[in-house]
């Protein structure tokens, strides 16, 4: 009796081990079953492989059980490799060291070498070729020393047309305000069109206005001091010495003076006149400057200089009201003097 219950739990245990093997056995063994094992052996042998073999498919696949379709759920790369070799015709993905971190790379067979990843962030660690359109809904930030650089075909542009740099000319379009917080520096005169803030409203219409630098408009308004040359007459030419003779344009300005020593004698009862003014003069001011003739070893006699013609001047005498050289009546002689100032619109 004793010895029919032993058989009784003998045969479940060992048909529950038959079963139970592939998952005892748990890892592929290609040497098994062996060329000696029987079939019924085998079986147990066989659904171990079977069940290591869907184990590993699995890793990263869809391979259940039912619905063997093979896609990726993600993909593992093992530990990180040393750069893999070049193969002709032959490309490779996989993951290395970078600083002390795992980053995705890409070798082709021509062993370039790229780094998509860096510290989380996507990353190339070569050019950048961007053949079509692109969008980015964050911002870019250029490192330290690095700049934005187009082609010479290239523009760039900033919400379609709302700030452009043309890439054949460098010019740049900008459609709003520009707010300058620093300095502003032109190497060129900078042209600003009508119904800009600096042109005047009563030149609307008259051409584009210009912005120059300081030293260029200094320039254009007021000219560096210039002699000049005047001439003397007294009903003829008197010949004379030219002390001093210079003047200054700003803008439509002349301030001009001179002192002139006579060498030579001229005739009484005619005007002194001094010409060769530096610009002629617009309209018919009755008074320009003032000055003084002497006549040396007689009376100095101060005066208004008066205009003469557009290129020359006279002298009306304080005191006396009248021409000088006419009244008081008085030829001009060597070591006379003449010294005045004028200012007067440029015609």
């Known amino acids: 009796m004793e010895k029919k219950r032993w058989w009784t739990f003998l045969i479940p245990v ?3 081990c038959v079963f139970m093997l592939p998952c005892l056995m748990g890892a592929w063994d290609k040497t098994k079953p062996s060329s000696s094992t029987s079939l019924r052996s085998s079986n147990p042998e066989i659904l171990a492989n079977w069940d290591a073999l869907e184990t590993a498919i699995a890793q990263d696949h869809t391979f259940a059980t039912g619905s063997p379709d093979g896609k990726h759920t993600q993909i593992t790369f093992t530990d990180p ?17 970078a ?3 795992v980053e995705l790379h890409w070798k082709d067979e021509s062993g370039n070498e790229l780094q998509y990843t860096s510290d989380g962030n996507l990353f190339s660690s070569t050019d950048l070729i961007v053949t079509g359109v692109s969008t980015f809904n964050g911002s870019i930030t250029l490192g330290a020393g690095d700049d934005l650089i187009g082609s010479a075909t290239s523009d760039i542009a900033f919400n379609t047309d709302k700030f452009t740099v043309a890439g054949a000319t460098g010019n740049t379009v900008v ?29 609307s219409g008259d051409g584009d206005r210009v912005i120059a ?5 200094d320039n254009q308004i007021s000219t560096a ?3 000049w040359t005047p001439t003397v007459t007294q009903s003829g030419t008197v010949t004379h010495t030219v002390n001093t003779a210079r003047y200054r344009e700003l803008g439509k300005l002349v301030i001009a003076y001179c002192k002139l020593t006579m060498t030579g004698a001229g005739t009484g009862a005619n005007g002194i006149i001094v010409g060769g003014l530096p610009t002629a003069i617009a309209g018919s001011p009755a008074s320009i400057g003032s000055g003084i003739v002497v006549n040396i070893g007689t009376l100095s006699y101060s005066c208004t200089v008066r ?24 030829a001009l002689a060597s070591g006379d003097i003449i010294s005045f100032m004028i200012m007067y619109e440029i015609a």
């Open 307 to 330: 205009l003469q013609t557009t290129t020359s001047v006279n002298f009306i005498g304080y005191a006396q009201g009248d021409i000088i050289g006419v009244t008081p009546n008085f």
């Open 225 to 227: 001091w210039t002699t």
């Open 81 to 97: 490799i040393s750069t893999p070799s070049d193969v002709t015709n032959e490309g490779v993905v996989y993951t290395k060291d």
């Open 14 to 16: 060992t048909m529950l």
């Open 175 to 203: 459609a709003g305000t520009l707010d300058v917080t620093g300095i502003l520096t032109t190497t060129a005169a900078s042209v600003l069109g009508d119904g800009s803030a600096l042109a005047a409203a009563t030149e």
């Open 213 to 217: 630098d300081k030293a260029y408009v």
């Open 99 to 101: 600083s002390s971190v």
